[in-house]
């Protein structure tokens, strides 16, 4: 795996699909782009919560290091994972995106941070803070195992998921 410091190369999902066939999978479920950056790729950290925001802050709060975090929200309509406070800290501390199986909110600042999110949908109420949740653990999203250290392709075309930085 490559270093999570070093420069990350521009990766077309369309591209990581046709040079690895079957050897990515692809998440294939509704995403919308709310973050200033629209492509992005980084190594994995994963959340499992229900409507606790509790554990976002908390993985935030780390430097990212490039890294993307991917939460899996169980795809909750019923209030926010993230919203501006949070992208904000996740775009100071070097983060490269969030994706949430869920909602956002404050989308008119997530599109200020430099920093790429995607989610299925937006939603104005905030989540509770039961420090509930389950950190860095293999996570299913859309049918797609996803698990710590795997690699996360993101931009206007899906969201790819690879066990290693795909070299084209």
């Known amino acids: 795996m490559a270093s999570r410091t070093a420069k990350i190369p521009k990766l077309a999902t369309a591209d ?3 040079a690895s066939g ?3 999978d692809v998440i294939a479920l509704p995403w919308r782009d709310y973050g200033k950056r629209l492509d992005f790729a980084g190594p994995v950290s994963t959340l499992k919560t229900i409507d606790d925001n509790t554990h976002v802050r908390t993985l935030l709060e780390e430097q990212g290091e490039g890294r993307v975090l ?4 169980a795809g909750s309509m019923r209030s926010a994972l993230v919203g501006g406070n949070l992208a904000a800290l996740a775009s100071q501390n070097g983060w490269a995106g969030i994706i949430v199986n ?3 909110r404050d989308i008119h600042e997530l599109i200020d941070e430099d920093i790429g999110i ?3 949908a937006t939603c104005p109420r905030k989540s509770i803070k039961n420090n509930q949740g389950d950190i860095n653990i293999p996570i299913s ?3 797609v195992i996803v698990k710590p250290g795997f690699w ?3 931009d206007g075309d899906g969201v790819v998921v690879s066990p290693e930085l795909p070299s084209l």
């Open 16 to 18: 990581v699909c046709d």
């Open 22 to 24: 079957r050897a990515v």
């Open 70 to 73: 991917i939460i899996d929200g």
């Open 102 to 104: 869920g909602c956002v």
């Open 118 to 120: 995607k989610a299925l």
């Open 141 to 143: 999203i859309g049918g």
């Open 152 to 154: 996360i392709i993101a």
